[in-house]
């Protein structure tokens, strides 16, 4: 089926699912009667597309196209995925489903965003009630990536493998709920500490930045990466999960919650928990707080990437993914040897910006260090290639800043052999924006012999391939500044 998704309800989480399908190369259909909806979901979009490119190290696809519609009929015309964000109203929901299902494909997966209402509710009188299904997602949707999937009982088996490879392409990770339960799984945990706050703040315990304190400072960090039980695991030691329950479930009996209570919601309680709120974090507009939010996210979900951890785990699989296919994913014998190749495609994250808002220093190198690694992946130098025993290591790196690069910005590198022979690679890297050039960075190489530590000639696939790209560029010019601080070799 086409790369088009209906989105019905374009609040913030309608807006978030079109965000996250739009900057995944999907069409994107919108239906809402809010004559400011697209305002809202451009607002959104402003937000998405400053943060979420930036998680991964290979460009994403190129945006789809976001159209907005009259009526559910129309915008669910040829959709492949039907996205329900309306209010949470039984009725209503009822009712745009009967509207959904009367003109959409009947192969096409149509999921609810409902945190409340359980799929067997949601497929009543449905026309195919197994094409219904939850999936709900998390705030900001164009970021988090988990997503409760619950079909229900009735749940057409394969359009839940089709739902669940769809969310996989867009970097996230259905939750496969084979039982349904009222308010799901994530929500369930949420209610718990929520009542908890309640009592703390109710009884003048904690104030509501105390309590958040303790969660972002504390156990939240934790919750990031392993998760509950995981994270219990590591608190038993050497002795594990048995002696982390054997040591702390005695306190389960132990009468410290509320959790079978909650606090009447009197307008004192009210008072005092806006008030708290609004001291601290009344002087930031709800824009600024999600920029603060998306930038967090971001910085910690790139570092998780970089251990191939928890959220991080999911866009390494993503990146992977996006370069198959592609010039990211290209080796040597697939690579045209009479242009320079291209060596990274990818946007500038918010983490690889200064004070100045450019580009911080450091992060040139980086690019650069990652296109020559690259290109020695391309050549065959790889991971497997280099625990043989072999690789390059960089003798000399000469970086020239040319114009200013900002978050966001679309950049691609290529790279042009100067020299290929032997034990030496010498690469000229010139950075771009589309036409504009932005800087350039010439590093010279020498293969070396892991055993020894001494320079040595490389393998002969990998010097086939070095040698054959090489002598396509001989032809090329020399580029402008290339070897004005790297000196030639004798």
């Known amino acids: 089926m086409s790369k088009t998704a209906a989105i019905i309800g374009g609040g913030v989480i309608g807006g978030g699912w079109a965000a996250r399908f739009l900057l995944n190369g999907w069409d994107v259909r919108v239906y809402d009667p809010d004559p400011e909806a697209e305002r809202k979901i451009g607002e959104v979009l402003g937000n998405a597309r400053r943060s979420l490119p930036g998680l991964t190290d290979v460009a994403l696809p190129g945006e789809g196209a976001l159209s907005f519609h009259g009526s559910i009929a129309e915008a669910v015309q040829g959709a492949a995925w039907i996205q329900e964000s309306v209010p949470e109203r039984l009725e209503i929901k009822h009712a745009t489903f009967a509207e959904v299902q009367a003109a959409c494909a009947p192969d096409a997966v149509i999921g609810s965003s409902t945190s409340g209402f359980k799929p067997s509710e949601l497929q009543q009188g449905a026309a195919r009630p197994g094409q219904i299904m939850v999936a709900h997602p998390f705030n900001p949707v164009y970021l988090l ?44 945990f949420l209610e718990a500490v929520w009542r908890e706050a309640l009592w ?66 009197t307008d004192e309680l009210v008072d005092l928990i806006a008030g708290q709120s609004d001291a601290q974090s009344g002087h930031h507009s709800i824009r600024e707080l999600e920029r603060i939010r998306d930038n967090n996210l971001v910085a910690m979900m790139r570092s998780l990437k970089a251990q191939n951890w928890g959220a991080g785990a999911l866009i390494a699989a993503q990146e992977a993914a996006l370069k198959q296919g592609g010039p990211m994913g290209a080796v040597a014998a697939d690579v045209p040897a009479d242009r320079p190749v291209v060596t990274a495609q990818r946007v500038v994250p918010l983490d690889w910006t200064d004070y100045n808002g450019h580009m911080t220093e450091s992060r040139y190198l980086h690019a650069f260090a990652d296109a020559t690694d690259r290109f020695m992946e391309m050549i065959g130098c790889d991971a497997e290639y280099i ?29 042009q052999v100067i020299l290929g022979a032997g034990k030496k690679m010498h690469l000229w890297h010139e950075m771009r924006e589309g036409d504009r050039l932005l800087a350039t960075g010439e590093h010279f190489l020498l293969h070396v012999s892991l055993e020894t530590r001494k320079p040595s000639v490389p393998g002969p696939a990998v010097e086939a391939a070095l040698v054959r790209i090489a002598e396509g560029h001989a032809a090329l010019p020399k580029p402008e500044g290339a070897g004005a601080a790297i000196r030639q070799p004798g």
């Open 145 to 188: 990536p988990l997503i409760e999937l619950v079909p229900g009982d009735v749940g057409d088996a394969a359009l839940i493998e089709r739902a669940k490879a769809t969310l996989a392409s867009l970097g996230m990770h259905a939750l496969h709920l084979k039982k349904e339960i009222d308010a799901h799984v994530a929500d369930r």
């Open 200 to 265: 703390l703040v109710k009884d003048g315990i904690a104030t509501t930045e105390e309590i958040d304190d303790a969660i972002r400072y504390g156990f939240g960090i934790r919750w990031a990466q392993m998760g509950l039980f995981e994270t219990y695991r590591v608190a038993g030691g050497e002795a594990g999960m048995k002696h982390f329950m054997a040591q702390f479930g005695p306190a389960l009996k132990w009468p410290w919650t509320k959790l079978m209570d909650v606090p009447e919601f």
């Open 387 to 415: 625990s043989s025993g072999g690789s390059y290591f960089t003798a000399e790196t000469h970086i020239r800043h040319l114009d200013e690069v900002h978050a966001g910005a679309q950049i691609e590198i290529t790279t």
